[in-house]
């Protein structure tokens, strides 16, 4: 079973465009995040989630928006994409917001957005 | 910017032998640090964390060491293989979500 999965894991789409990421986790976590990976493996949180509550909003531009409808998912809509949107997106989760010993943060697959 | 760094983007090994990838931190309020590794094409995945009250941590054939005077991580892999080419990457706990530096891309030949 696959503890964080997230859809689709490729997506190519037009500028202008909107589009989601789907993600759940299966490990019964309170908390969930998104990432966003560049062309230089940088990896930058924009948004983080404790019990479907936003509690993290890092300079993202609010054409991002994440939408939690239970605990277990965290989807991630982006409207207007933008050429410099394109990037691989991790969303993750942990069982604790505070990130204490032992409370690893699980990553899924990724989803490779390609804006063309 | 980013408070985690690291000193080398690649580092290239022969297998078998030991690796030591570096990381720098900026921030000496920082109490919690992880190893990730990421293969291609994959999502991150931890390999093993330690806390500032501790100097080192050892896992199965991997060491990290903290030095906080010089805010200075290392992850060291023993007998290295193959299957350990992959980027690594220190973070850092920051309020409540892991900060990520630039990552080290491991390169082992046989």
């Known amino acids: 079973d696959t503890a964080v999965s997230q859809t689709p894991k490729y997506l190519v789409t037009q500028m202008g465009n909107d589009k989601s990421i789907k993600c759940e986790q299966n490990?019964?976590?309170?908390?969930m995040y998104w990432y966003k990976q560049d062309s230089k493996k940088f990896l930058k949180i924009m948004f983080s989630?404790?019990?479907?509550?936003?509690?993290i909003n890092e300079t993202v531009p609010n054409r991002f928006s994440p939408k939690s409808p239970d605990k277990a998912h965290l989807n991630l809509h982006i409207n207007s994409l933008e050429l410099g949107d394109s990037a691989v997106y991790f969303c993750?989760?942990?069982?604790?917001?505070?990130?204490?010993?032992?409370?690893?943060?699980?990553f899924g697959q990724g989803t490779r957005l390609t804006v063309v | 910017g980013e408070s985690v760094g690291l000193h080398l983007p690649t580092l290239s090994v022969q297998e078998g032998d030991n690796s030591i990838i570096n990381c720098a931190y900026s921030?000496?309020?920082?109490?919690?640090f992880i190893w990730y590794k990421q293969e291609s094409g994959k999502g991150p995945q931890f390999i093993i964390d330690?806390?500032?009250?501790?100097d080192k941590r050892q896992g199965q054939r991997v060491t990290v060491l903290l030095n906080k005077t010089v805010k200075h991580l290392s992850l060291q892999i023993a007998a290295t293989q193959p299957g350990d080419s992959a980027v690594y990457f220190c973070?850092?706990?920051?309020?409540?979500?892991?900060?990520f530096g630039k990552g080290t891309t491991l390169s082992v030949s046989s």
């Open positions: 921030n000496s309020a920082s109490d919690y």
């Open positions: 330690i806390r500032s009250n501790m």
């Open positions: 973070a850092e706990r920051g309020g409540t979500a892991l900060i």
């Open positions: 490990l019964g976590h309170d908390t």
């Open positions: 993750a989760s942990s069982q604790d917001p505070g990130l204490t010993w032992n409370t690893e943060a699980f």
């Open positions: 989630y404790n019990n479907k509550e936003l509690i």
